[in-house]
């Protein structure tokens, strides 16, 4: 399984990841926790990424296309990956072409997350996510059995600092821009696959299944 999670921000392709990792044991790579953890740990990278995030901006093409390809060259992605928040832009889905086709390997489906814009906004602004294992809550149309603590590990859930409603109207408006003409990039290999991504997330997960086996 070589899959692509694609969708705008809060369209669930996070929550979508981590349900298929398990289903499928094959890692989750995820551009957004790779960089978050960067910046946790204020590598130089971190430092530099930290800037555009914060502004709801995209990190640019090299450092995301060289943290990818790195992470697809090891050893537990032979079988394949989930890629969650990557490619983001024409550039960086021609890398990863390039990329597969250098290790000798094939993309898969291309899973196309459609929500509209205003169930994103209520989404982004009532997120939060625990710290320990990357499971995600919602104030309000998920939240967790004790206030502030994971369900499934008990790790302490955070607001992402990019989850305001500045932000997020700004990362929606770069994801119309940048993002969004990857499903014709993907239309063209015939690898796109579009689906309501509204509903439960038992409910998407059985959607994106279907889709994948
Ligand atoms: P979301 O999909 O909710 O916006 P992510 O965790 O995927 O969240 O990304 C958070 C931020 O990390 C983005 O706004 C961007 O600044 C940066 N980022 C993540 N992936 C990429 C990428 N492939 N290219 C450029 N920037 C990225
Ligand atoms: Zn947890």
Redesign the pocket.
Known sequence: MRLILL?????G??TQANLLQRKFRVPKI????I??AAVGDQTELGEK?KV??D???????E??VGL?KERIDEADCVDGFIL??????IV?AEKLDETLSALGQELGTVVDLEVDRQELLVR?VGRSTCKNCGTMYHRTARPPENPGACNECGGELYQ?P??NEA?IVK?LA??EKETAPLKEFYRKQKKLKSLNGSGSVEEIFSRVCEMVS
């Open positions: 969708g705008p921000p809060g369209s392709k996070g995820s551009t957004g926790d960089l978050r990424a555009f995030m502004q709801g901006q995209l990190v640019p093409d450092i995301v990818i969650d928040g990557f490619p983001r832009t960086q982004l992402r990019d989850d932000t990362r770069v994801y």
